[in-house]
T-cell receptor, first 109, second 114 residues
Framework: KQEVTQIPAALSVPEGENLVLNCSFT??????LQWFRQDPGKGLTSLLL?????REQTSGRLNASLDKSSGRSTLYIAASQPGDSATYLC????????FGKGTKLSVIP | ETGVTQSPTHLIKTRGQQVTLRCSSQ?????VSWYQQALGQGPQFIFQ???????GRGNFPPRFSGLQFPNYSSELNVNALELDDSALYLC?????????????FGSGTQLSVL
C-alpha cells in the first residue's frame, strides 16, 4: 500500500525567503507525482505535475523535483510572498492516487 | 475557477441519515472522481466513474455509492451516516486519457454529521 509523507507539517517563513517542501513515498512504481495548493475550506489547485520519466518541472517561482529511486520529491518556492500562504499537498499517481497530509505554509509580511 | 461545481457547499446531518452530494463536471470531461478529506488530512480517494461505470474504488465501505449521468455529472451517496463521515468531500473531473494533468477539482462540500 502506497504511503505518502510530507515534511514539515507546518512552516512559517518571512516574506522573501526561499523554501523547500518535502514529499516521500514508499512505492516507486508510480506514473506521476503532482503538487497541489489548497486554500482553507477550498478545493485543490494543481501547481506542477512530474511524469515518472522526468526529473523536474518548473513554473514561475516554483520548481518541483522527483527522484523515483529514493521515493522523494521536493517543491522549491523562490522569493516567497504572503499570497503563497496555503496548504501544499503532494499526490502520487499509481494504480490509485494517494495524497500526503500536506504542509501548511505561512509567509509572514 | 475550474468549471467543476459542487452542491451544496455546506451540509449538516445527524447520525444514521442519508446524504446526496452533487458534482457538475467541467465541460467535455467524461471522468469524475470523489475524495474525502478529513480535517488536517490529505484527500482520500473514494471512487471514480467513467462513462457512467465505476472503474476504480478506494478503501471505503459499500454505504458510499455513486452515480454518473449521461451528461457526466455525478452524485455521491452516503447511507447510515457516522460521525467520522464529517469531512470535506471533493469532486474532480477529467478527460479520460489525459491523466492527472487534466484533473480539475471543485471547491467541495463540507459535511458535518452530528
Amino acid at each position: 500500500k502506497q504511503e505518502v509523507t510530507q515534511i514539515p507539517a507546518a512552516l512559517s517563513v518571512p516574506e522573501g525567503e526561499n523554501l523547500v517542501l518535502n514529499c516521500s513515498f514508499t512505492d516507486s512504481a508510480i506514473y506521476n507525482l503532482q503538487w497541489f495548493r489548497q486554500d482553507p475550506g477550498k478545493g485543490l489547485t494543481s501547481l506542477l505535475l512530474i511524469q515518472s520519466s522526468q526529473r523536474e518541472q518548473t513554473s514561475g517561482r516554483l520548481n518541483a523535483s522527483l527522484d523515483k529511486s529514493s521515493g522523494r520529491s521536493t517543491l522549491y518556492i523562490a522569493a516567497s510572498q504572503p499570497g503563497d500562504s496555503a496548504t501544499y499537498l503532494c499526490a502520487v499517481w499509481g494504480a490509485l492516487v494517494t495524497f500526503g497530509k500536506g504542509t501548511k505554509l505561512s509567509v509572514i509580511p | 475557477e475550474t468549471g467543476v461545481t459542487q452542491s451544496p457547499t455546506h451540509l449538516i446531518k445527524t447520525r444514521g441519515q442519508q446524504v446526496t452530494l452533487r458534482c457538475s463536471s467541467q465541460s467535455g470531461h467524461n471522468t469524475v472522481s470523489w475524495y474525502q478529506q478529513a480535517l488536517g488530512q490529505g484527500p482520500q480517494f473514494i471512487f471514480q466513474y467513467y462513462r457512467e461505470e465505476e472503474n476504480g474504488r478506494g478503501n471505503f465501505p459499500p454505504r458510499f455509492s455513486g452515480l454518473q449521468f449521461p451528461n457526466y455529472s455525478s452524485e455521491l451517496n452516503v447511507n447510515a451516516l457516522e460521525l467520522d463521515d464529517s469531512a470535506l468531500y471533493l469532486c474532480a473531473s477529467s478527460l479520460e486519457g489525459t491523466g492527472p494533468k487534466g484533473v480539475f477539482f471543485g471547491s467541495g462540500t463540507q459535511l458535518s454529521v452530528l
